[in-house]
């Protein structure tokens, strides 16, 4: 624990700078704790903006999200980052998602029936099975993507985008959990069958826009 | 739908930046394509002590950051829109890669 002012800092790596936030003296703090936002600030606020906009959060509500994570990581976290895991951009991220979750947890808490669907098939009958194996999604444009994304309603696309989200992991790294699958589901007030199948009609949908302007 | 698929999925959401990168593989997927030019930069995310005011305050509330949306979209109004108010910000973006991809052909 040696570095004292701001240019020693500045030449430090990610873990050192993680290990003056949290156990370092004041001065030490303050100054790794500087040099951390320097570094990672711009890019978790571009992450959370790009999040927003495509579930409609005003861009407030991304700076918001940013002095969480932030004053998280600064104030709880920094003594826990494992650089054998992961850069500090992955960690922040990981971080990123579980304040989010909480956020919501918060929301549905308070408000537990604030989201609602007015199509879905909340009847006793089990929901449609939806055949995965149509829609295929090789080679996905992006730039159809988006535009595909954009024909389906802001709730249509924020589960889609969130069930994915999930989805994709667990193919990726086998993360998908019933309980992080519930968090979604409870997040829009649906049933998990019913998750599963709001999300694969908007997939449908997106696929058919992209097919159809390929 | 193959895990191949899944995965191809889940890049080009990390692509347009819906969803948050997890793994040093997804920050590289994300950073090819995402910018700084993307975001305007923020001076006060860089001051120490608005970031620990702002964001203990936040987390000690138990209002959530997301409330003002929700309220703002009480009922079935979200669901009615049916994509019809896009942002101006992600319909230029749009555009661009439009553009951009037809000069590319």
């Not at chain 1, 960690?91 to 408000?111: F, P």
Request: charged residues 35%; glycine residues 4%.
């Amino acid at each position: 624990m040696e570095a004292t002012n701001r240019r020693d800092f500045e030449d430090e790596a990610d873990d050192m700078i993680m290990l003056y936030i949290a156990e370092g003296d004041s001065k030490q703090k303050e100054v790794a704790a500087q040099v951390f936002l320097g570094r990672y600030s711009q890019y978790l606020h571009r992450l959370a903006t790009s999040w927003c906009r495509y579930r409609y959060h005003p861009d407030n509500t991304a700076r918001d999200m940013v002095c969480l994570t932030l004053a998280k990581v600064i104030t709880e976290k920094a003594g826990m980052y494992d650089e054998s895991k992961g850069s500090v951009k992955t960690w922040l991220g990981r971080i990123l998602k579980n304040v989010i979750a909480d956020e919501y947890r918060k929301l549905r808490d308070k408000s537990p029936t604030i989201v609602h669907f007015d199509d879905l098939d909340e009847s006793t009958e089990a929901p449609p099975v939806i055949d995965e194996e149509e829609v295929d999604v090789k080679n996905v444009n992006r730039v159809l993507l988006e535009e595909a994304l954009s024909t389906l309603s802001e709730i249509e696309r924020s589960v889609l985008i969130d069930y994915w989200d999930l989805k994709g992991m667990d193919n990726l790294e086998g993360r998908l959990s019933a309980g992080e699958t519930r968090v979604i589901a409870e997040q829009y007030g649906l049933t998990l069958p019913n998750l599963r199948q709001k999300a694969n009609r908007a997939l449908k949908k997106v696929k058919k826009h992209i097919e159809d302007h390929q | 739908m193959t895990d191949k698929d899944k995965g191809e999925l889940r890049a080009a959401l990390l692509e347009i930046g819906a969803i948050i990168p997890q793994t040093d593989a997804e920050v590289a997927i994300y950073e090819e394509t995402n910018t700084k030019a993307d975001v305007e930069t923020d001076e006060e995310l860089m001051d120490l002590d608005y970031v620990l005011n702002r964001g203990q305050h936040l987390d000690t509330s138990t209002k959530s950051i997301f409330e003002a949306q929700h309220s703002q979209h009480t009922g079935f109004s979200m669901a009615a829109r049916e994509g019809k108010d896009i942002p101006e910000d992600i319909r230029n973006r749009m555009k661009d890669a439009r553009d951009k991809a037809k000069n590319d052909i």
